[in-house]
């Protein structure tokens, strides 16, 4: 169980943690990172994780600037003496995270770690996989955007099943503490204290919900495209200056979960490229399903912009973004168009052909 001697600003720091690992692809950066938030947060001096890849065991260990790297033909148990998380809660034979202190008062920050830890290796691993097996550029981007969204959506239900419940369990005893020191009749300046403590914890259960949905929206394997796409225009409309208004036309058909994801990704692409580009004040984001096709639209009021610069001498498309989009309709067999002209807005349009969106 995590202990109640967290703080905001480690919440914070771990929280940053996550976020520069998921951009290392090297295992000895990433300990590294590792190692200067444990020894900030705790009295420990040695970190130890230990992973299953697919053909060996791979240990790294961490003291003062310098990390080691090990290879095991066998399962590479822990030290009884050390802290240790696994990355599975069944077993701490899938792989597991452990520090040179037992202390009770720092085992927190390995349980918040240890997934992180975890992510970041898998994500590694997807990628050091795609990159041998890709036979072209195209491949190895393909292979790498799926391995992302299959990580997405794993981180997804971690953030939600494992951090959100502990949260919510921390803001519920924090409740009850308030409680009990309301029963007595004293120490207002701690009831005050509480009372923000507990109001912090709900914004950050809020965060991280947002988060979750930015990974991956659950609610498209729940309730499919259109849903989705309905609350990423409430989300983009509660959180930036833009207006997003959704419209459906015809009767939604069944689609695979790639071409589903690919279209969903392509939106939420379309509409960042509009919150950071455009200075639109409103985006129309059509949905239109047909006998022959699907086809999604993403249209701005926005300034617009001479396509031709987006492209090289060569003719290929530079823009990141609408790299992204482009690349994304091709794995599925889609199509992409942009159609923009400067002080004429932008529409980004997406067309699946029929045989493709049936499951």
């Known amino acids: 169980m995590i202990s109640m001697e967290i703080s905001p600003a480690d919440i914070s720091m771990i929280g940053r943690f996550g976020r520069t690992i998921a951009q290392l692809h090297d295992m000895r950066s990433i300990m590294t990172e590792a ?13 130890r994780v230990v992973y299953a890849s697919a053909t060996a065991w791979k240990e790294w260990h961490a003291t003062g600037r310098r ?29 597991f ?16 770690m ?32 799926r391995a992302r969204d299959e990580e997405r959506r794993r981180i997804t239900h971690e953030l939600h099943d494992d951090v ?28 005050k204290e509480l009372t923000e403590a507990r109001n912090d914890v709900g914004g950050l259960l809020t965060k991280i919900r947002d988060l979750s949905h930015t990974l991956y929206p659950r609610i498209l394997d729940t309730l499919g495209l259109v849903p989705a796409l309905e ?14 208004r959704c419209a459906v036309r015809g009767e939604p058909r069944p689609m695979d979960e790639n071409t589903t994801v690919a279209l969903y990704r392509c939106c939420q ?15 129309d984001v059509g949905v239109y399903f047909s006998k022959r096709q699907t086809r999604l639209t993403v249209e701005d009021n926005g300034r617009g912009f001479n396509p031709r610069r987006f492209y090289d001498a060569s003719g290929k498309l530079m823009s990141s973004g ?16 942009i159609g923009t002209a400067s002080g004429k807005g932008t529409m980004i349009e997406m067309i699946i052909p029929l045989s493709l969106t049936t499951t």
């Open 164 to 191: 959100g419940q502990t949260i919510a369990t921390l803001k519920l005893k924090l409740k009850l503490l308030e409680n009990g020191i309301k029963k007595t009749g004293s120490a207002e300046q701690a009831i």
């Open 322 to 337: 609408f790299w992204t989009i482009r690349q994304r309709m091709s794995d599925v067999g889609g199509s992409f168009r």
């Open 67 to 95: 990390v080691r790297e090990f290879d095991h033909a066998e399962w590479p148990p822990p030290s009884p003496a050390a802290q240790t998380v696994a990355f599975e809660l069944e077993s701490d034979q899938h792989g």
């Open 114 to 145: 240890a997934p992180q830890i975890s992510a970041a290796l898998a994500l590694h691993a997807a990628v050091r996989r795609a990159q041998k097996n890709a036979v072209s550029e195209r491949e190895l981007v393909r292979e790498t955007m």
């Open 269 to 283: 692409e379309a509409l960042g490229n509009a919150i950071k580009h455009s200075g639109a004040s409103s985006v």
């Open 35 to 47: 190692l200067k938030i444990v020894r900030t947060l705790t009295s420990a001096s040695e970190l």
């Open 231 to 244: 609350e990423l225009a409430n989300q983009v409309t509660g959180s930036s200056k833009i207006r997003v």
């Open 97 to 112: 995270a452990s520090i040179s202190t037992a202390s009770e008062d720092t085992g927190w920050v390995l349980e918040l």
